[in-house]
């Protein structure tokens, strides 16, 4: 019997919301074997089994735990395992490691699965009392959650596969996630004209507008200089054009650190780009480009991805415009204009992921989610073709380190008007 | 005879400028032998020599070998050596290895600044023709260049020094270059309002505003929220509290990058705090400060210095407080309460070096001055002790990593109001 | 029909040895998981799985494709990823990347090896005509190298187990590989003695002595003096008291390359004894010890097992004696008071690793079986317990780096008499 | 008055030699500045003045202070800052920050080595009573201890001078120490027959037979195989031979280890060889050679020098030969064929660093000078043109790791006969 007070339609809706992100993540892992479910390519990603188990981990700790007297954990020891970087639920297994984990199994994981699910069913089913409405936002906190590692599994396993000589595809090229080439080769070429003036910024918490993670907040006022906006993002033809030009041998096209990237690990092109022709910028007939459906020859209507927040800023300068900031973009999403925005490839802007006006960490666990990495990385706005249907937002901010290369992340020029 | 249109009392203030610039550099190292200014403590760091030397190469580089046709350099291969990070002038020494240059001796890096000048002297006498006010802005670029290296002398040489088991001083106690303490130990108990609105930021190009580094630039407005600014600057006596109160051992104060830090570098409280006291936490009397003028018992009326932008962060966080960005420092920097801002320890901020609105950097050499660092620091406002007299400004943006230590880098806290 | 000349009785003696020997491979394999057999714990260490194909990549590279024309390569990309260090036979895969092989599948690894016994079957029974002896030689030396392989694949697993906090055993306590206790605890303590003059030492190519690898040879002689070797092995309780007794905190026991280990790497005992008592010098009681059979408490009439060199030659030089040599171990084999010589665990050597005199690689690729290693390792003298049956000899010379922990390696005193 | 039972003959002949000795350290640092003395290029080697003050701590520590009641020391500091690896003698100063130490100053140092040197003096002139005799073996001890230094010093700073893209030299090209050219062409081409048979190795303690390391010791009987050992040393134009053949390109040449050096470090020719020709292969032509006389056209028929282990041997496999052991070395000294052998460059030997049978390192802190390096390093015999004349000895083992490329260290070839 629900708990007294509780909306019975929106409980309906939140258990089936988790059942579909749920199965959603057992439907990715699918086409992988247990083999390439377990490792590891670098410190920066995880398992495709670790993922799985994390998530349901969140529930566990965030949830189940705290709020579900009779709910019984599957083995403590995982606790331990599967934290991923939360100081306030203890130690735990050290990152570079999760590849080392051939126990628990992959079907002992899916086992784990069942357990917390059959935990969080029954907790919507007998309801939380008091704590009802937190345990609902913790729960969508959650979804949320899983199906940002939803996206992660996928750039992690494309990276797995990247490291095999044998370049084996995660899934046939016509049913593999991939950015969608743009609609038409020009449409890139447009300048979108933005006008000076206050933009707001950021989810409004006070609305009925839905989910938001806490560092969309609070939504504040920030004034904009007129700008031009590229409608589409740029292309791999385009990208191509930029190496061919000697784009990875000018250093004053590039940020300093980024240079020194270039030269250390001998960069040619984006992350996954391969070329038999081994010149130091190659033409652009000579690319071939690995994706989830293996490797392919480059398709110069499709947007560049794969690339560091270095190469889009040194893309840009090539170009003789910029990265626009997260700001310019947010303002413009609802631009009649602008294309490709939220399905295709993440899309690296000139801000610093610092914290908005006024943006407090929540206390607790919950609150080491997004604060305490506000220092030392980049945004990038929009949504990618591997980012789950409904998870993406005009607020969403995503970051990574300027070097991190393995996402499916390009690049959308601006310009000062 | 000067050339035409050259205006003399100008002429007659940069060549007296330049004089006062060039030596106080030598002032300075006086007090150092040939070794102290030969080695290099880490890599971030460089010999006093080395600053002699790269000062004089960026007028020669810069300033005389484009403008004035009878210079002959001092010895060609010192282009190499002491090109500092300028893609666009030719290779140059790796910076790891700039201590391990016993030759060219420091007497003969005196007599290569004795010839630079003496170019100098005579360009200035005999004037750059068309070029005449370029030349007279570059000079100027070079005499604040050379003020930044008069700062990064003293904090280098500091590093050295603490390197050093026996504790040398630069210089005794009384005459060696401190943050003062503090005017009165209440001062920095008092918050300053400040109100809302549309702040003026940045450097005024237009205006006879006098010089200003190219990332100050454009002016442009910004929006700011009501907040409240610390006084005064956080004191070695309130932060010998928080590192008693366990500040160095509670991972939810801190950055996720920093608490990283933390632990792999065993920080137990500011880069030159000394403790006999192996305690993780210990207490504030258990503590001496190496400084310029060597060991001495803790002052807790002086400012803290020498932390990184992560123990800034953590000790704002622990005191309920957080940094204030850049934008909110400038906008108060003429308010008549605000003591201890231009002449003590340069203030973490929590800003991000990003580019201002509009901001492109220069073509050429020059524009490799600022604007190719602008990712993945940190913008520190104000000035310190070690800054020469006149080289500071309110709109002044000094940056560094937010693992850097070896600064006199201090912190005053903010609130949102 | 078997070739002219062959001599069907030997051969059907290499064909049943071969069988045996390629089953015992995937019985050893068969208690674990397809993720098990898939990751890479160490860049020393390879995956399971990879041992069940570079074992077979060994008689497709050095047999097949030389010498039976019929013979189709299953895959010509596994020549890249099973080739362990033969420069001779082409680039390979990185070492340390071993683990992330999870394509090819175990599946199409175990349709690998099938694929190669089809043809080294077909190559046994149709004979290679001239070609017979050398084709023997090599399926012998294969056979060789295949049991040294399952030696590693069972000290390899070991390792990845043990980096699982869940502590998982290979096999049940009772079924797995262990070093068996000492008959008596008294045995260990008696010195046998040794007399001086020449020992012929090696394996002698000439007779029908069987096979031998080539860093066995030339048998020569040798001056030994005279001296007493231990009749036992040193024990888990001999270690143990000398952990206790501080040894692993005297910096005058040890080499100084030794200590320098200890300290950069926190050793305080064996790399599998686990304690919950953190003291730097744990009693022996504390010690639980991590093998095949997963976590048990120490058994003190166990002779102590992954040790270093390092530690081995502290240990002796605590109890006042010292490690000897290989030539001293060879000359004492046949001593009828020599106990756990050939079942129990490899015994570190005083010897380096150095070309007996006269020895030279031969040419090809076989040359680098293990020629080019003899520089910078210590030799083993034995054999072990993970040691396949009937691969040892008492000429056989093992050899690892003195840093390396992770095989069965021990140690047996020896003095100057 | 000396001690009853002094020898003052003896002591006599200590003294003039301690004074003879003592005067070279400092004849050797005289052409290099301050600035040079100070630094350090690489962990493995030392600053000039460290050299200095070390050599003088070592009477410090080991006579003075145990031996001399009345001797009082320069600085207590200069303990911890100089031992060099001694764990009895208490901590000391990291080895790779040797050369931040500024302070003490060189005029520092030599008041120290001065002070020192009157506390030997005095205790030469008093006696010491009944460790008279001790005194005088630490003493000589110390002065053979200072010879090695005196050696390193060269090599060291040949290192800084190299690290410097000026190029400089230590003294011109005539008065700087250099391997000398080999007396005639054909002089290396002839194969030296040495018979079969036990050879007597080692320094005997026994006779009156001079001072010689723990290392050299106990003399044995060992048993060689007839050899041919080459009359002279590998020379320049020999070795350019083996480059322009291809030798750093071709695996088989070479051992494991060096190989991957080769790789990882770009290695094309020795340390000090330098080539504008940046072809894979250079020709002889191509080469200069760098050396304490600065950089000059490569010599053909000097010796080579400055090559690692790895090298020697790789050349030896080119040649169709080997290294000799240092036991063939040393049976062969008195050769009256041999040339080269102890007045130009160290000549690696295919020997491992093992201790000599019966070998016992002494107790205490003497015990630690040479017993505790016998583990992965490689044996050179013989002497260089930098090693002090009247150091060297038949006995002579020297030993770096196989990587060491910064000595005065070269070849001779060998061959089983």
Not at 280 to 301: S, T, Y
Not at 319 to 338: I, K, M, N, Q, S
Not at 351 to 356: A, C, K, N, T, V
Request: hydrophobic fraction near 40%.
């Amino acid at each position: 019997m629900p708990a007294a007070g509780k909306d019975c339609a929106q409980d309906a809706g939140l258990q089936r919301r988790y059942e579909q992100v749920r199965a959603r993540s057992l439907e990715l892992a699918a086409p992988l074997s247990a083999e390439d479910q377990c490792v590891q390519s670098m410190a920066d990603a995880s398992p495709t089994k670790w993922h799985l188990a994390h998530t349901s981990w969140f529930f566990e700790a965030m949830v189940l735990c705290p709020h579900s007297p009779s709910y019984r954990s599957f083995d403590e020891r995982y606790f331990y395992l599967f934290n991923s970087y939360y100081e306030a639920l203890g130690p735990r297994h050290p990152r570079p490691q999760r590849g080392l984990l051939t126990r628990p199994s992959l079907e002992e994981i899916h086992a784990y699965r069942r357990h917390v699910d059959a935990g969080v069913r029954r907790l919507l089913r007998e309801g939380a009392g008091p704590a009802q409405a937190q345990v609902e936002r913790l729960l969508v906190l959650g979804l949320h959650h899983e199906q940002q590692h939803q996206e992660l599994l996928l750039t992690d396993i494309l990276h797995v596969l990247w490291c095999n000589p044998l370049r084996p595809a995660y899934l046939p090229p016509g049913r593999a996630p991939a950015p969608p080439r743009a609609a038409g080769p020009a449409q890139s070429q447009r300048w979108l004209s933005r006008p000076e003036g206050l933009a707001s910024i950021g989810h409004d918490d006070r609305a009925a507008a839905g989910f938001a993670f806490d560092n969309e907040s609070p939504r504040h006022d920030t004034l904009l200089r007129p700008y031009l906006l590229g409608s589409g993002l740029v292309s791999c033809g385009e990208y191509a054009q930029f190496i061919a030009d000697g784009g990875y041998r000018d250093p004053s096209l590039w940020l300093s650190d980024g240079w020194a990237r270039v030269q250390a690990e001998g960069w040619r092109g984006p992350l996954y780009w391969v070329s038999e022709n081994d010149a130091a910028a190659p033409r652009p007939a000579d690319w071939e480009v690995f994706g989830l459906g293996g490797l392919q020859a480059m398709d110069p209507d499709a947007p560049v991805s794969q690339i560091s927040f270095y190469e889009a800023a040194a893309y840009a300068q090539w170009a003789g415009a910029r990265l626009p900031t997260e700001f310019e973009w947010e303002a413009a999403v609802d631009d009649p204009g602008l294309a490709q925005a939220m399905d295709s490839v993440w899309q690296w802007t000139r801000s610093s992921y610092d914290p908005y006006p006024g943006f407090r960490a929540q206390p607790g666990a919950v609150g080491e989610y997004n604060g305490k990495f506000m220092v030392g990385q980049l945004v990038l706005r929009g949504a990618s073709c591997a980012t789950p249907p409904g998870h993406g937002r005009h607020t969403y901010r995503n970051f990574f380190p300027a070097q991190a290369r393995w996402q499916f992340s390009g690049l959308r020029l601006a310009k000062d008007d």
